[in-house]
């Protein structure tokens, strides 16, 4: 049944060579031979500038290196970018870079490392999850990220650049099958529109597949994919100086992704597994299989708006970035992931986010260059849970609504003074007020049937300041070589919970010292990078409990902690032979915390005190292998067989250091091999992920008594065909 669907995706395909005039959006880019040395242009310093001669440590792909890798989502850049960890809750994302990120989940809360697409901040944990289309590159900013960038980040960045329309008349696309019933489809059209004044680009992609869960209760399959996407853009070039770019972007989805939780049996007490005398849900030996009597449901909705105005005359250039965005979300989840009625709980969240950001740039032509810009953020948000036990009959339904507002100033300026070396110095200053509305109503039944019922109102208001710097040397000794050293202070505001009633928490902040350098060896034919760097990270966002918390107290987020951060990160890409490319990257963390005195609440009896323990999400190690080997079939095309191994050493997924939520040591091997034609018209691949099967956690979450120890497993042994084309 799945060649046959592939059979007529071709047709469909082969169709729109003939009739692209009647295909409705369009996908992404055909397969190349992926060499390692294409130049790549990056904006990590907001300038165009290759990745080499870039003093920040930045990882970049382009869409041609992801789809090598069948790197579908921001979830699966983990697995090629050493250093950065990528952990779920539900279907909310949590990335960290280097041990720093956070887990909290609060509509009052900012992410520790932020995601942007085309330079707009994408302000909820719903929306950080994003699956890649019609993309131009993608880069991961390494540490603080404050003296350039509208939005002030802490840990790092996660930059999506969508391909711009452009002069000409082209079609892209792509389609895939696999296992799983796997279905995605890709397109995208170009046109210009008014000869050399107006250009379009409409991409699209609809993404399906089942579950990699079954679910015994219903005969149905859990942490399946339905999903959409589309975006318009128009670019108009008024004048050489002048340019409007107008983006427009709506996606939606209703599956269960990330959603197949599996209890683990006899490590800890919850309500389904035995916490209630002589109650017992059911569970299965088989890791995939599941007992949910709860229609598990991720439903998203997002779209956005965003103008972009640049204006290049004369010293200075100016751009506009003004953007309007909306996203909102409900889930159902069977919180004690058993057949019994015991947890369930059933999220929302609507978020409405304005940011604007003015930047004023000098000339890249003296010895003095300089960046200024200004930032603006408001947006409105509102949190509900639905937590319900119909075995115990009780509710608990917490809500916030929280206004947020933030002003920015920013700004830095580079002097050469001499060819060779130069100076940085930036200077951030950050002004934030939030606002709650909070509301928590509380149900039970008590022994004579009577309904109890309790209401808790709160609001607060407050704000926060901060001046964030940034210093750095760097030595440019000739095309092939930079060296550099840097000092950057990161912050992230302070908040509320709207998850329980508790007073504001206050800002973190975290000082970054790094050294680096990137050179090109072997007469251009390898690139080696390699960067040391050392955190200190104070008055860490925790969700926990203080170290004098009463017996039985509801976990509250605080600044409960400090930790060093520490590491070396390398790069290389080498030209083995003609025809013969490996690149390599490895990431060695040293992450503890310095204080951190608090309960567990999972294991309250523990000394609270957890100095010199590892911090959540940090492996001491990982890497990332890829081997490629191209050659020329006759007069036809050539092929490409790729090879990409990819490890990880344990990490923790809690604040606690606990066994119980530690993933081992594991290793995951993909495969691709890739025919393209000789005009690079089409090409056809077969892929493979995970080929050794290897069951990992994606994420571990342990909550006695409520729910005990739930697990999301990675995804399984994955493979399929993929045939695209590409016409200009």
Known sequence: MAHTRLLKTVSILSLSLIAPAIAPTIA?????????????????????????????SVAALTQEQL???STQTTFDLQFRTPGLAFKTNAFLGQPYIRGVGSDIISAGADATVATFIDDVYQSRAAGSILDFYDVERVEVLKGPQSTLFGRNVTGGAIRIFSKQPQDVLSLEADAQDGNYDKLRLRAAINAPVVEDKVFVRFAGLRSSRDGYVKNLANNTRLDDEDFWAGRGQVLVKASEDFEILISGDISRERSSRLLGNKPEVGCCSSLGLGLIPGVVGSTSPNPREVYHDTDDLAAVNSKGLSG????????????????????DFLQRLDLDATDLPAVTNSPTEDSKTFTQDFQFASEKTGKFEWLAGLFYLHEDVTQALDIESVLLSITSRPKGTVKTEAYAAYGQASYYFTPQWRVTAGIRYSHENRKIDFQQIDTAVDGDGN???SIINSSGDKS??????KFGIEYFHSDDLLVYVSASRGFKAGGFNTNSVQPAFDPESLWAFEAGFKSTILDGKARFNMSAFWYDYKDIQLLTL?????????????NAAAATVKGVEAELW???TNGLDIDASVAILDATFDTFDSIDPNNPGNNPNRAGQRMPQAPKASAHIGVQYSWDVFDAGNITLRGEWRYQSGVFFNSFADPV???????????????????????????????????YASNKIRQDPLVGNLINWGAPRTYGLEVGIKLQ
């Open 28 to 56: 992404i880019a055909q397969e190349t031979s992926s060499s390692s040395f294409e130049e790549i242009i990056v904006t990590a310093e907001r300038r165009a500038v290759s990745l080499q001669r870039t003093a920040v």
């Open 67 to 69: 789809d090598a890798s």
């Open 308 to 327: 972009k105005l640049t204006w290049d005359s004369g010293p200075v250039a100016i751009t506009s970035i003004t953007a309007i965005r909306k996203i």
């Open 451 to 453: 309904l109890l019922t």
């Open 464 to 469: 926060w300041t901060s001046w964030t710097p």
């Open 546 to 558: 203080a170290s004098d918390a009463p017996v039985g107290a509801f976990p509250i987020v605080i």
């Open 574 to 576: 080498a030209k083995i």
């Open 661 to 695: 939520v530690h993933q081992e040591a594991y290793s995951l091997f993909n495969a691709r091999v890739t025919f393209n034609s000789k005009d690079d018209g089409w090409y056809i691949a077969a892929y493979g992920r995970n080929l050794g099967d290897k069951l």
